[in-house]
């Protein structure tokens, strides 16, 4: 598979993730909504301006998920599943915020923007930790430097992502 197919196939898996949780979302009721809403991730019901710790588990539990799961040799290529159910949670939870809370501008300046970079960098730490595989004859990279540069990567988004959610509660 060339690299132009493959882009298309990781985006593809996003994409019917985030379909997959809307129409999830049309199939449940507001009661079910909430109940999945406040056991994954508490921010998107715009209570109040939620603490480092209730912003910080819902991004770092899928990479530990990912990082056990990639560490087992039989469990390894179910790590895509991880970034299919994160991006079914975000397009389920984008629905929940446009149509339960009437929070379009919520959703437009922090939920949709932050919560796809996090998918995309999801998606790029299974690409490290389980690779396709490769049948020319390559020299073969070490994979910590991708990693630090993967963790680098999410804490900036995650320290944008506290900054917009600073503002965006303080402008209620």
Avoid at 1 to 22: D, K, V
Avoid at 131 to 151: A, C, D, F, G, T
């Amino acid at each position: 598979m060339n690299r132009s197919f493959q882009l298309i196939y990781f985006f593809l898996i996003i994409a019917i993730g985030f379909i997959g949780g809307i129409l999830l979302l049309q199939l449940s009721t507001v009661e079910q909504a909430d109940w999945l809403i406040r056991t994954f991730d508490r921010r998107v019901l715009l209570k109040a301006q939620p603490s480092i710790w209730q912003s910080l588990w819902p991004v770092v539990i899928p990479f530990v998920i990912v990082a056990l799961l990639a560490s087992h040799n039989l469990l390894r290529h179910v790590t895509r599943i991880v970034v299919v159910l994160k991006a079914a949670f975000f397009g389920y939870s984008s629905g929940y915020l446009i149509d339960t809370q009437n929070a379009f501008w919520s959703y437009a300046a922090w939920w949709f923007p932050f919560q796809l970079l996090h998918s995309i960098v999801l998606l790029l730490f299974c690409i490290v930790l389980v690779p396709q595989p490769v049948y020319s004859v390559r020299k073969k990279l070490p994979i910590w430097p991708r990693i630090v540069v993967i963790v680098i990567t999410t804490i900036i988004i995650f320290a944008g992502e506290l900054v917009a959610i600073h503002f965006l509660f303080k402008l209620k």
